[in-house]
Every structure is written in C-alpha cells, then in structure tokens.
C-alpha cells in the first residue's frame, strides 16, 4: 500500500491522512471543511482558493491559468485543481468556506443574511428607587423596554439582579418575552446551538448570536442506533412496545446533552448564557425528540403528526439548558421529508436556483429534492445503512482504522482514516472500490465479481490474484492478514456488494421518479447539490460510474457540506430564516415513492451497474 501523507489545514488545525495525487478539495472534505465551489470544480470561479504554506502541492495548469503566475508563486493553488503531493500545510481563508462564520454565503449569488435573531440582551442602567420614586422593579424595567411581558422565572430573578449590580442588568428578550434578567452588563455572552439530528449522527454547533461566529461543534453518534440502523426499525419498536417512545426519546435527549456537556467543556461558555436550539431532523427524528408517537408512520397512509416548526422551552425537554431557553423544530414536508431537507433547501436556495437542480442528501434515509420550472417535488427513499457500513462484512463507519478510499492501479492502493492499519471499509471506499471493480472488468453489471480464470487478459496478475473463491462465490481481498489491524484478511465479499446496489437503485430509482414527474432528462440537470456528512466524502466520478448520479459532466455535481446543520444555524440567526423555511415546507410538493406504480420498474433498472464510463473528470 502506498504510504500517505499528512495534510495540516489552518487555521483550523484539522489535520487528515491522504495518498499521494489527492486533490485539496477531497482531503478538505474529509477534515471536515467543504470549500465553495460554484463552478463544481472547473477551476473558473477561482472560489476554492487556498495558500500552501508550507510542503509539496506543485501548481497545475489550471491554477496558473485561473490565478496568474505571480499568485501560484506566492503558494495560491485552487484546491478543486491542485493535488497534493507530500506532507502540506495549506491555509483555507474563511471566504473560501461554504459556510463563512461572518458572513453567511449561498454559494452562486454571494448573498448575505442579516444577523436577526430572536433573542436580544440589552443592558439597562436604571436610576434606583427612592422615597420619591416607589415604582415596582417590574414597572421600572419594563418602561425601559421595547413593550414585551415578563417570565415568572424573569420576575424571580429581577429583585436580587438589580440590587447585586446596583441597578445595571442585562435583559434577554426573545421577541416580545422577556425570558430572563442578569446583574451587570453580559450583553456579549449571547449563544445558541444549532442541531442536526441524523438517524446515525448527531452533530450541534455553539453560534454567537451576537456575530454568527461558530464557536464550536460536536458530534457523537445517535444513541438510538442501539434500537435499530434505520427509521422504519425504530417506528416499529414504538408501535410494538410499551415503552418504546419513551425509551428512543431518552435516547436521543441523552445523545444532545452529551454534546451540550461538550461545547460547554470545550468553550468554557455558560450554558446560562445559551438562549436558544434550533433543531432539523427527519420527521421521524423530529416526533421521537419532541415526545410525539411516529407509529402513523409506519401505516398507510403515513401521516406526520405536525407540519409547521413546533416550538417549545428545554424544560419540556429534560435538555441540559436553562428552562426558559426555546427550543424550535423545523418545519416538516411529509412523512419522511423532513425538517432536515427543509433545512437544506433553505441553506442552499434551492428554490431560486436559475435551472433544474437536484438537492442529494446520501444517508440511511436518503432525501431528494428537485427544483425546476417554478415547482420543487421531493420525496425520500430507504437506501439502508450500507454507506454507514452496516451489513457490510468488514463495514465501519468513516472513523479511524477505516478504508475511505480505493484505487485499482497495477494493485490496490487505500486511503486509510487516521493514517492507521485497516480495520474495515466504510462507505466511501466501498463506492470506490465498486466503481475500479467495473473499470477494470473484475465486476460485471449485473453486480457478480467475476473468477480469475474470466476477467480480461489486461487485468494485472496481482489483482486477478486477489480474486478467492469461498463458498461458491468469488470475493475480493482487500487487505491481507499480515496488513489488517484485526489480524484477518480483509474482503470484500460478494453479498456487501449486492448491499451496494440496493442502496445506490434505491437512490437513482428516487431521482429519475422525481426528474419524470417533474418534466425533465437528467442531461437538463444544470446542477447536482451533494449534502450531509457522507455525501461530501463521496467522489463523484465513482458515485457516476456506479450509477448512483445521472451522468452529467461533473462541474454540475457539488458539495454543499453539512446543510442541515447550516439550514439549522441560519433559522438560529434569522427571524426571517425561520419564516422562509415555513415558506418553503408549504410550497414543496411531497412525492410518495410507496405509491408510484413505476417505482418497482425504475429500482429494478436501476439495480444493474452502468456498463460504460461517463467522460472523467477531475477529482
């Protein structure tokens, strides 16, 4: 295996393993960090721009083209077109981030959102009582605000806080309530969190709302994976045991204190001073963590219990916040579209984009969206928890000691997570490998690795070599015995990749229902949006080799990172983001794939692997 090498992005100091040739923007992906790319990676828009400070990152043509001779030799490169070469330290400026800090970017129109939260501190210095002014504490600082009402908790707190700090207090307003009252000016400790709630994952984002600042993230696994890999298993367990809800809600409420603890571990910010968490899931996430019996979505004919954003207090919640913190829901599409998906649309303004454009988020439950024509339909499809590496046989998730990446040249060459000795192979990699599998004529379409004795005579030795036979079925070694952190080969075997192809038809089958109802030929897609954590570490020649994109040139195909959580930290920032997500889970039209006669044709079809490349294009 060829030895990687270390990448060093500042100033974040995230630092990744990756094999020689990577290109910037894909070891930028895997730390964590999805760069603009509006040009899907023609290196035209110049957008993806980063400065190598220090290592091997030679320029490509395409850099000193974009970027001028005297730019590439003050260590510019555009990480959609420079491949790494040997341990490097780039810095990635915050502007060429997808999700800026400051200034929160759509990628295409450099649009920006006013930082208007709904939750206000405002400092009063008020004059103290006196035998000549005996008005009530509540009469004295509700005269000096905008007009609003009082919390009991609010009320509570007023005497004690204006006589600590000798009348000076700071006031948190959430909009017209006056929620609660602290001694002293602490206007500059104004925080909130932004949460997605995956079925697999669980990501939260500590938000200035003072500035839009992101202080810090944290992320776990979903405890309620225990239960089941998917939401249908987790429906059903609320339908069938008593104490089912009860038990996945704790779960999950479990799972968002743990990364409350966190942030606040981390920051060192009060989680006194953390007024408000916004939250996007599925909607069956979304009715498990409020309390809501899903069980009418696992029956026909699948009904949601809400629609709109629901609105709560973290008491309600048993969250570890302050009681009088608020807590909001996203809007929700149907019975499994979800808030998460309306948060992507509005992360990405999807529904403003000039031609037809799909919104991809690859996951347990994948959600498609497509907008076009003045309309946007979507609907959500069981790929399964193959690209999570669950049912795979040496399946792990994307943690370190895991095949990410696979390349099939002479012999197999991986990228390893973490730069350890491998332990299994997680999603990416079992894309890759699929895709080199078909490349070199070791895996026909029908989805059967061929034996040695039938691959082409091209085919190296030392990959034909790697053909076994067990049990009647031909399996492919990936890792030997002597190379596996576990001491025992590493295969792929026969039935992981028959686990490949129910997931990648289940999504494809999704996108072309949606592009027929919609009126539309993949070849008219003039963009492709890749969201959530897997689908920004996907490489988009393989995910079009295997099928599982239409085979549009891949400058429409991008990654727009993490937009449930962006989606999440938009509405934390904006009043009017939260009206524009109601807006838009009104406006979209939900497809139900259980009821489309075609769906069983188009998932068939979809089954079998493309028998020719797409035109390749950088990665």
Avoid: W
């Avoid at 998906?341 to 031609?355: E, F």
């Avoid at 999603?427 to 029908?446: F, H, M, V, W």
């Avoid at 979209?588 to 188009?602: A, C, G, R, T, Y």
């Amino acid at each position: 295996m060829q030895k990687e090498v270390k990448v060093v992005f500042e100033p974040s100091g995230r630092a990744v393993y990756a094999l020689p040739g990577t290109v910037i923007l894909e070891a930028a992906a895997r730390a964590g960090l999805i760069l603009q790319t509006p040009c899907g990676g023609a290196g035209k828009c110049g957008k993806c721009l980063v400065q190598v400070r220090h290592g091997e990152c030679p320029a490509s043509e395409t850099d000193i083209a974009t970027l001028g001779a005297v730019r590439v030799t003050e260590g510019f490169r555009l990480a959609c077109h420079s491949h790494i070469h040997g341990p490097v330290t780039i810095e990635i400026p915050d502007r060429s981030l997808f999700q800026s800090q400051q200034q929160i970017l759509t990628a295409d129109s450099g649009e920006t959102v006013d930082i208007r939260p709904r939750v206000r501190k405002i400092c009063l210095r008020l004059t103290p009582p006196s035998q000549h002014d005996t008005v009530s504490d509540t009469e004295r600082v509700l005269a000096a605000l905008p007009p609003c009402s009082m919390t009991i908790d609010a009320l509570r707190a007023l005497p004690g806080a204006l006589r600590i700090a000798g009348f000076v207090i700071t006031c948190t307003l959430v909009e017209h309530e006056l929620v609660a009252v602290e001694p002293g000016d602490t206007t500059t400790e104004c925080y909130g969190i932004a949460v997605d709630i995956g079925s697999t994952t669980l990501v939260a984002t500590l938000v200035n709302l003072n500035t839009g600042a992101d202080i810090a993230v944290a992320a776990r696994v979903n405890p309620q994976t225990s239960f089941g890999d998917d939401v249908i298993s987790r429906i059903q367990k609320c339908r069938t045991e008593k104490d089912g809800l009860a038990r996945l809600q704790g779960a999950v409420i479990e799972g968002v204190n743990h990364l409350i603890d966190e942030l606040e571990r981390k920051t060192h910010v009060n989680r006194n001073h953390i007024y408000e968490m916004v939250l996007a899931g599925n909607t069956t996430m979304q009715q498990i963590l409020a309390g809501i019996d899903p069980s009418a979505l696992g029956e026909l004919p699948f009904i949601p219990a809400f629609r709109g954003a629901l609105e709560t207090q973290a008491s309600d919640l048993r969250l570890h916040l302050p009681r009088q913190s608020k807590v909001f829901l996203f809007p929700q599409i149907g019975s499994f579209v979800g808030g998460d998906t309306v948060s992507g649309i509005i992360a990405t303004r999807l529904d403003r984009t000039s031609g037809p454009s799909l919104l991809v988020d690859i996951g347990t439950n994948g959600e498609i969206v497509l907008s076009g024509k003045g309309r946007m339909l979507a609907t959500s499809v069981a790929a399964g928890p193959a690209f999570e590496g669950a049912r795979i046989i040496n399946g792990m998730r994307a943690a370190p000691g895991a095949i990410e990446k696979v390349l099939l040249d002479g012999d197999v060459q991986l990228n390893i997570i973490g730069n350890a000795k491998p332990a299994g192979i997680c999603g990416t990699g079992l894309i890759d490998a699929a895709a080199e599998l078909l490349r070199k004529g070791l895996l026909d379409s029908t989805g059967r690795l061929l034996a040695a004795d039938e691959v082409p005579a091209s085919v190296p030795d030392a990959l034909r070599r790697r053909l076994v036979e067990k049990d009647g079925e031909i399996n492919f070694l990936l890792v030997d015995a002597g190379s596996s952190a576990t001491h025992q080969p590493l295969f792929l075997y026969q039935r992981d990749i028959r686990e490949l192809q129910l997931a990648n038809a289940a999504i494809r089958a999704g996108i072309n229902i949606l592009l027929r109802i919609g009126g539309f030929q993949p070849e008219e897609l003039e963009a492709v949006l890749l969201a959530g954590a897997f689908g920004n570490f996907i490489r988009r020649n393989n995910a079009r080799r295997i099928g599982m994109l239409p085979p549009i040139p891949c400058h429409r195909i991008r990654f727009v990172g993490n937009t449930a959580s962006f989606g999440a930290k938009r509405a934390l920032l904006s009043v009017e983001e939260k009206e524009y997500a109601d807006r838009v889970a009104r406006s979209v039209e939900h497809v139900d794939l259980s009821l489309d006669p075609e769906f069983q044709m188009e998932f068939s079809t979809a089954m079998l692997l493309p028998e020719d490349e797409p035109d390749h294009c950088p990665e």
